[in-house]
């Protein structure tokens, strides 16, 4: 079969590579469409470490069943489905409990690490186990089913925050996940969101995708300006999809007293707050990590139309011009659009 592989750090090759084996409980799937996650250009240039060379990237993909392995049932050949991008183990105490995220021995489709190394779908065909695929609804375009992953990490996020209906939000970041964030907020009964962000072009995307109110910290004191807009108070939630100092900052500094603040963003391994205002106004801040169980209800969501992805794709190309596509999303303003490697035509 056809892969893009990475074979260095900024060289990518398509190879004939072998066809994946289809083990027990696996199920082998023909993609049909993969997004390029920004996860993957920081493993493209080396800066993540997580993707060591060689190896297939990718791992936002939507395609049909070609194979069933031994013992798998609920799926037949020629189904439309997706799939998560983390294969958890289903026997520790995290996976029994129903947080697979939270797995001790979780491991990633399309990374590369000194743990583990498991090839992804940057590909004619990747093999999966069967209890992360999910069937695709027939309405759901592939395009839009491989953005399923990104979706669930915001659809998850929302899930862990108390959103009361009518409930004020700030979302502090308006990539791709701040994006899909503002639109699961409003899925979720936020009566006014609030999208914060320094790029312009951004912030014309959180309008379209249901921000009532964007502010530009360049030319906008955020905190000042969401207690303004919430008399005084502070909105009910922030959401930080960013994950540097100054953002987690932020979305503290605007919530109000008894307020929640879910952190999404993560480009920093470590950062400082002030304690003291968490502690004397009883913010509640929380860690949220990938998705957890929520396929089926994101699937639903973007089926219905609750949350759009189709004007977050910029291109769609076939397998063959993998390599220029990707230094069109590496080139790009990162996390404004998501770029669709189609390797079937």
């Known amino acids: 079969?056809?892969?893009?592989?990475?074979?260095?750090?900024?060289?990518?090759?398509?190879?004939?590579?072998?066809?994946?084996?289809?083990?027990?409980?696996e199920v082998l799937i023909q993609v049909h469409s993969c997004g390029i996650c920004g996860s993957d250009v920081h493993g493209y240039d080396g800066s993540s470490g997580r993707r060591i060379p060689p190896i297939i990237m990718g791992h936002e993909a939507a395609g049909v069943v070609v194979k069933l392995g031994a013992g798998v049932n609920g799926f037949s050949e020629g189904d439309r489905v997706t799939f998560d991008s983390m294969i958890s183990c289903g026997r520790c105490r995290f996976c029994r409990s129903g947080a697979?995220?939270?797995?001790?021995?979780?491991?990633?489709?399309?990374?590369?690490?000194?743990?583990?190394?498991?090839?992804?779908a940057f590909a004619e065909y990747v093999n999966v186990p069967a209890h992360i695929v999910f069937k695709v609804p027939d309405s759901l375009p592939f395009n839009e089913a491989a953005m399923v992953e990104p979706v669930s990490v915001a659809v998850h996020a929302v899930n862990l925050t108390p959103v009361r209906l009518g409930a004020t939000a700030?979302?502090?970041?308006?990539?791709?996940?701040?994006?899909?964030?503002?639109?699961?907020?409003r899925a979720a009964g936020c009566g006014a969101v609030i999208a914060a962000d320094l790029d312009d072009s951004r912030l014309e995307a959180?309008?379209?995708?249901?921000?009532?109110i964007t502010l530009n910290p360049k030319s906008?004191?955020?905190?000042e300006a969401t207690k303004e807009l919430s008399g005084g108070a502070g909105v009910d939630i922030a959401m930080e999809a960013v994950g540097v100092e100054v953002t987690v900052a932020t979305a503290i500094d605007s919530v109000r007293k008894g307020g929640s603040v879910t952190l999404i963003g993560n480009i920093t391994p470590k950062i400082g707050f002030g304690l003291q205002s968490v502690v004397t106004r009883e913010i509640a801040v929380r860690g949220s990590c990938a998705s957890s169980n929520d396929y089926p209800a994101c699937l639903d969501l973007m089926a219905g139309g609750a949350i759009r992805c189709s004007d977050l794709i910029s291109t769609a190309k076939p397998l063959e011009d993998g390599p220029v596509m990707f230094d069109r999303l590496y080139n790009h303003e990162p996390g404004l659009t998501k770029v669709i490697l189609n390797p079937v035509a």
């Open 170 to 185: 700030l979302v502090v970041g308006a990539g791709m996940i701040g994006l899909l964030t503002v639109q699961a907020l």
């Open 100 to 120: 697979p995220n939270l797995c001790d021995d979780r491991t990633v489709l399309g990374v590369s690490c000194e743990d583990y190394r498991r090839n992804g």
């Open 220 to 223: 906008t004191d955020v905190v």
């Open 206 to 212: 959180a309008r379209k995708m249901g921000a009532d």
């Open 1 to 25: 079969m056809k892969a893009l592989v990475l074979e260095e750090y900024k060289k990518l090759v398509i190879n004939d590579v072998p066809e994946p084996a289809v083990a027990p409980g």
